[in-house]
T-cell receptor, first 113, second 115 residues
Framework: GAGVSQTPSNKVTEKGKYVELRCDPI?????LYWYRQSLGQGPEFLIY????????DSGLPNDRFFAVRPEGSVSTLKIQRTERGDSAVYLC???????????FGQGTRLTVV | KQEVTQIPAALSVPEGENLVLNCSFT??????LQWFRQDPGKGLTSLLL?????REQTSGRLNASLDKSSGRSTLYIAASQPGDSATYLC??????????????FGTGTRLKVLA
């Protein structure tokens, strides 16, 4: 594709529900990142994939958060038992490899009510 | 632990002015540094990437410099235009010895260029 695509663009869910956020990286990019951005803050790292494997998941806040990238392209960020504090914009980025320029998607705005 | 700071947090300038945005980082062992632009409610647009071995990068009216030893980078915008109004974010990627490839972001500088 032309750029990193994230779906949905907006998601409103009730506290306690399960949500999945999808990221389609630029074709051929092996590195994929998930970030979370709260209002007025810079993006906060969640997890990094190199190919299919999670090379660094040190940013996941707790075990309610999980991400997969089974075929090394599309990634899904999964949040269980959502809490109001999970409300934020979730950003995905990809790059050709781990050393080069990262390109971000438009983000998914998650609101937990 | 790497920390990234951007000053000022907000800036308003009249159209046509040249301006400088600052980014500082606490650990000079970085792999590269990237400047991004973010429009309200949107994702991040990459502006410039500077590798640790480089001193500066230029793209159009933008020039980014890197002084790794002092832990500083600046983004220079020449002849500012109202369309430059956005939040500018700087992000550093730690060196290989850190064992991580994530970018660490500052909180950004919110720029408003007045017509």
């Amino acid at each position: 594709g032309a750029g990193v695509s994230q779906t949905p663009s907006n998601k409103v869910t009730e506290k306690g529900k399960y949500v999945e956020l999808r990221c389609d990286p630029i074709s051929g990019h092996t590195a994929l990142y998930w970030y979370r951005q709260s209002l007025g803050q810079g993006p906060e790292f969640l997890i990094y994939f190199q190919g299919t494997g999670a090379a660094d998941d040190s940013g996941l806040p707790n075990d309610r958060f999980f991400a997969v990238r089974p075929e090394g392209s599309v990634s899904t960020l999964k949040i269980q038992r959502t809490e109001r504090g999970d409300s934020a914009v979730y950003l995905c980025a990809s790059s050709p490899d781990r050393d080069t320029e990262a390109f971000f998607g438009q983000g998914t705005r998650l609101t937990v009510v | 632990k790497q920390e990234v700071t951007q000053i000022p947090a907000a800036l308003s300038v009249p159209e046509g002015e040249n301006l400088v945005l600052n980014c500082s980082f606490t650990d000079s062992a970085i792999y590269n540094l990237q400047w991004f632009r973010q429009d309200p409610g949107k994702g991040l647009t990459s502006l410039l990437l500077i590798q640790s071995s480089q001193r500066e990068q230029t793209s159009g009216r933008l020039n980014a410099s890197l002084d790794k030893s002092s832990g500083r980078s600046t983004l220079y915008i020449a002849a500012s235009q109202p369309g430059d109004s956005a939040t500018y974010l700087c992000a550093v990627r730690p060196g290989y010895t850190s064992g991580t490839y994530k970018y660490i972001f500052g909180t950004g500088t919110r720029l408003k260029v007045l017509a």
